[in-house]
């Protein structure tokens, strides 16, 4: 370790990824909002808040509106910075959106309070960032530009140093590795970050699970290498599938060069409420034991934590719970034909819903919308060669598209605004229906609708 004090900046998971990873992202703002004044005094980097599954699973699972929460938050934790996951050109959906879209996305989640904007692509495409960057910074939010850190044939570390030089070309204020499988182990991890800090000048963030493990590892190794920044999730909803705990990381390099600063005290103070949330959680069927424990095969089927908790939740509804290791055997097998995409969303749904099929079905006897799209190129440009039987099983002989996706769409929000205008009463609603045009609008119909009042009781005047 070094000799000079630098301490170790934590952003904590707690209010968005470590329940998305364990809890197919089903807290509720409710449960969040009481333990805000602790969180905002504990002094963190950053607090990774919304985005992500968020704006789906409020709306579809909690009824509640993401915009409401992300300002009940910044109203709640004044002090501190708030950080979202955003997928590029994907927005918080699942398809490419049109420039405008995104820039008025970007707009409103700034105005509604964000700070941080940790940008990705599924496919690392760097055209896939440029729009959502640029806004980014126009409207005064920090960019942490991402690589969706993976392992194949055709990743490597020089891969990832190149793509990080490019991002920070492109006007990245922070690089965030995304290990959203806990595929990084701690010696790859030291050795690409020490490649990193060599070759880009801007903060370095590290994000990973313990899915394998091997978390905390990779953290003790990174942070010998010079990382500036990792995430940690509280410990009532750390380790598994989600994030190393922050409590353990934050006592572990106490009185060290790299010391975080952060009071164990308060944390704790913090995760006595969360605890509370997990153990009902737990009751209620939410959070599944699957996603707690160590699972080693993620290193062979390379699983997300988020994907893991997305496919017991599908084979649950097909009463198939019994195939769950014959999809995960199904997962790196799709993963090769489709041309080794990273697998995060939306490309881990992507694969994992047609390695469910694969096994329900039979192999590649259908194929869904956005296997097609994957394949044809409408998300950006596969790493790797496509399985081009597959392909043609998909596609027939469609050309693949090989221009920056979103060049193909027009400008769409003036539009969604006028379709819209009965139903969206800003700009954050035609937003959430052009995110999610089939949840939404019946959404806002209910949230909308006049509430019905107790009927007025009438006093019965007595004569004596």
Known sequence: ?????????????ILRDAHQSQAATRMKTEDMLPACEILDRIGYFSLECWGGATFDACMRFLHEDPWERLR????????TKLQMLLRGQNLLGYRHYADDTVEMF????????????RIFDALNDVRNLQAAMKYTKYYG???EAAISYTISPVHNEQYFVDLAAKLEEMGADIICIKDMANLL?????FSLVKALKEKVSVPIHLHTHNTTGTGDMTYLLALQAGVDIVDTALSPFANGTSQPATESLVATLKGTPRDTGLDLSKLSEAAAHFRTVADRMKKEGILDPKVLGVDTNTLLYQVPGGMLSNLISQLKQ???????????????????????PPLVTPTSQIVGTQAVMNVLTGKYNTFTKESKGLLRGEYGKLPGAVNEEVRRMAIGDEPPVTCRPADLLEPEFEKYKEELKDTAKSDEDVLLCALFPKVAPGFLAEKYAPKKTEPETKTLKVFY
């Open 185 to 189: 182990l701690p010696y790859e991890a």
């Open 1 to 13: 370790m070094a000799n000079e004090r630098k301490p170790l900046l934590i952003t904590d998971t």
């Open 318 to 340: 097909a009463h198939a719970e019994d195939k769950y290791y014959e999809v995960l055997e199904e997962v790196p097998r799709v993963r090769a034909d489709f041309g080794y």
């Open 72 to 79: 009940a938050l910044r109203k709640a934790l004044p002090n």
């Open 141 to 143: 939010g920090t960019a």
């Open 106 to 117: 970007v707009k409103k989640s700034i105005e509604n309070g964000i700070d941080i904007i």
